[in-house]
């Protein structure tokens, strides 16, 4: 027998879509998590065949290890609009059913049914939750920066660049007015705060890349980060995969004999595709044979370049891919290579 549920999950309870074998989906229910995996454990050892799923969110992986340690095959999926009738009726009920439905369809051998996302190891979530911790903290600090710079703004004043540090500061508060200087500076201990936290993380993720081949120009730092958010590069079977995982694919809108392009998809990885593009950048001056960094040298305009930008910015990503799977080599792809 096969059972197959759709869960769609919240932080206190979870809404349980089942279908049995090929029958139609039955009512879906409320329930807690531990509701959940007594009836998913009570199938399991009734000899069913256990399929379920559930969107990728807030909630993490957590339901997806203990489901699997019960013996259930669970598929996380990717966050999509479910109403494709456009009725504009969002319920928990109704993505649950619909979520069931579409593992059943994706159990039949439709794969286009949801996009799964790839589960990291525990190890692997541990580590890519420390390398997004240092784009938080600069986060916070560039806010901190931008309230201060604000209230200045109100008060008719041009503050400097980096006004929040130590050098400038020194020379910036004097001329504040008592009232004002004391609101900005909390806002410039906050920020002194953030930083210092960054430098401590800084050097930590970099050794990560200590003695590994990098690109020049890419640095350790955005070598580490690159790889905290790929994983693994072998999960990729072909160079469209990588490059469509970046959302650095152009968008097209053709029919018949027309065929149009326009701007990104950004259907991918938002912190992998800020680093690529970061990176090219970077790499202009480093990297004088790589062929879609010359045709950025070569552009005629700022808006052609930044297009170039944006392709060798996808191109890069396949080419970490042929080089990290060993398909080719950096000599190959006319890359120079440095050691950190």
Same mark, same amino acid.
């Given at each position: 027998?096969? *059972?197959?549920?759709?869960?769609?999950?919240?932080?206190?309870?979870?809404?349980?879509?089942?279908?049995?074998?090929?029958?139609?989906?039955?009512?879906?229910?409320?329930?807690?998590?531990?509701?959940?995996?007594?009836?998913?454990?009570?199938?399991?050892?009734?000899?069913?065949?256990?399929?379920?799923?559930?969107?990728?969110?807030?909630?993490?992986?957590?339901?997806?290890?203990?489901?699997?340690?019960?013996?259930?095959? =669970?598929?996380?999926?990717?966050?999509?609009?479910?109403?494709?009738?456009?009725?504009?009726?969002?319920?928990?009920?109704?993505?649950?059913?619909?979520?069931?439905?579409?593992?059943?369809?994706?159990?039949?051998? =439709?794969?286009?049914?949801?996009?799964?996302?790839?589960?990291?190891?525990?190890?692997?979530?541990?580590?890519?939750?420390?390398?997004?911790?240092?784009?938080?903290?600069?986060?916070?600090?560039?806010?901190?920066?931008?309230?201060?710079?604000?209230?200045?703004?109100?008060?008719?004043?041009?503050?400097?660049?980096?006004?929040?540090?130590?050098?400038?500061?020194?020379?910036?508060?004097?001329?504040?007015?008592?009232?004002?200087?004391?609101?900005?500076?909390?806002?410039?201990?906050?920020?002194?705060?953030?930083?210092? $936290?960054?430098?401590?993380?800084?050097?930590?993720?970099?050794?990560?890349?200590?003695?590994?081949?990098?690109?020049?120009?890419?640095?350790?730092?955005? =070598?580490?980060?690159?790889?905290?958010?790929?994983?693994?590069?072998?999960?990729?079977?072909?160079?469209?995969?990588? $490059?469509?995982?970046?959302?650095?694919?152009?968008?097209?809108?053709?029919?018949? !004999?027309?065929?149009?392009?326009?701007?990104?998809?950004?259907?991918? =990885?938002?912190?992998? !595709?800020?680093?690529?593009?970061?990176?090219?950048?970077?790499?202009?001056?480093?990297?004088?044979?790589?062929?879609?960094?010359?045709? *950025?040298?070569?552009?005629?305009?700022?808006?052609?370049?930044?297009?170039?930008?944006?392709?060798? $910015?996808?191109?890069?990503?396949?080419?970490?891919?042929? *080089?990290?799977?060993?398909?080719?080599?950096?000599?190959?792809?006319?890359?120079?290579?440095? *050691?950190?």
């Amino acid at each position: 027998m096969t *059972i197959k549920f759709g869960f769609d999950v919240h932080a206190t309870q979870v809404t349980s879509c089942r279908q049995i074998e090929g029958k139609l989906p039955q009512p879906a229910q409320k329930l807690t998590v531990e509701q959940v995996l007594r009836l998913v454990r009570a199938h399991v050892e009734a000899g069913a065949q256990v399929y379920t799923c559930y969107e990728a969110g807030p909630c993490g992986y957590g339901l997806h290890r203990q489901l699997g340690a019960l013996g259930a095959t =669970n598929y996380v999926v990717a966050p999509q609009r479910w109403d494709e009738r456009g009725q504009r009726v969002k319920t928990d009920q109704r993505d649950a059913r619909e979520l069931c439905q579409r593992l059943d369809r994706y159990v039949r051998g =439709n794969t286009e049914a949801f996009t799964v996302v790839r589960v990291p190891t525990p190890a692997q979530e541990q580590w890519r939750a420390l390398c997004r911790q240092r784009a938080a903290l600069l986060k916070e600090r560039q806010r901190c920066e931008l309230r201060g710079h604000g209230l200045m703004l109100g008060q008719s004043i041009a503050a400097p660049a980096g006004w929040w540090q130590p050098a400038t500061w020194g020379e910036v508060a004097p001329q504040l007015p008592g009232w004002l200087r004391d609101q900005i500076a909390r806002w410039q201990a906050e920020a002194m705060r953030f930083d210092q $936290a960054v430098h401590e993380l800084t050097p930590l993720l970099e050794a990560h890349s200590a003695g590994q081949p990098v690109p020049a120009g890419l640095g350790a730092l955005t =070598n580490t980060l690159l790889e905290s958010e790929i994983m693994d590069w072998h999960r990729f079977g072909n160079r469209r995969q990588p $490059a469509s995982y970046t959302g650095l694919c152009p968008g097209e809108d053709s029919s018949g !004999r027309r065929r149009r392009q326009h701007a990104v998809t950004k259907h991918g =990885n938002p912190r992998l !595709r800020h680093l690529l593009v970061e990176a090219i950048w970077r790499m202009v001056q480093h990297q004088p044979d790589y062929p879609p960094l010359q045709r *950025i040298r070569a552009a005629h305009g700022a808006r052609e370049r930044k297009r170039r930008v944006v392709a060798a $910015a996808r191109q890069l990503a396949v080419d970490l891919w042929r *080089i990290r799977t060993d398909r080719q080599t950096p000599a190959q792809l006319h890359l120079r290579m440095m *050691i950190h």
